[in-house]
């Protein structure tokens, strides 16, 4: 079955980096569209970043433009996201997702997704 296991998250100072992984297996990489997704305690699940299954269309939460980065190495089955500048409120817990979808398109709503990770901790320390 399809699995999709994050590794990266931890806890940072503000202004610090870290990259997230996902990992995929149980599925074609390459036929999914990608996203991240976040959620601090008290609050809903929030975009965070998307993907089309090559990865050359990508699209971002205002909150988090310029400052994350999510990329996709199809060969690895593994998606990727580089943030940057992090900030007290990007602390949550952070989660990919994954829709099989047709070429060039992106996702930005999470009842989109039919799959998802169990998520990692994020924490940055003001």
């Known amino acids: 079955q399809v699995q999709l296991v994050e590794s990266g998250g931890g806890l940072v100072q503000a202004g610090g980096s870290l990259r997230l992984s996902c990992a995929a297996s149980g599925l074609t990489f390459s036929d999914y569209a990608m996203g991240w997704f976040r959620q601090a305690p008290g609050k809903e699940r929030e975009f965070v970043a998307a993907?089309?299954?090559?990865?050359?269309?990508?699209y971002y939460a205002d909150s988090v433009k310029g400052r994350f980065t999510i990329s996709r190495d199809n060969a690895k089955n593994t998606m990727y996201l580089q943030m940057n500048s992090l900030k007290p409120e990007d602390t949550a817990v952070y989660y990919c997702a994954a829709k099989m979808s047709p070429l060039g398109s992106y996702y930005y709503t999470a009842i989109s997704y039919p799959y998802w990770g169990q998520g990692t901790q994020v924490t940055v320390s003001s």
């Open positions: 993907m089309s299954r090559t990865g050359i269309t990508t």
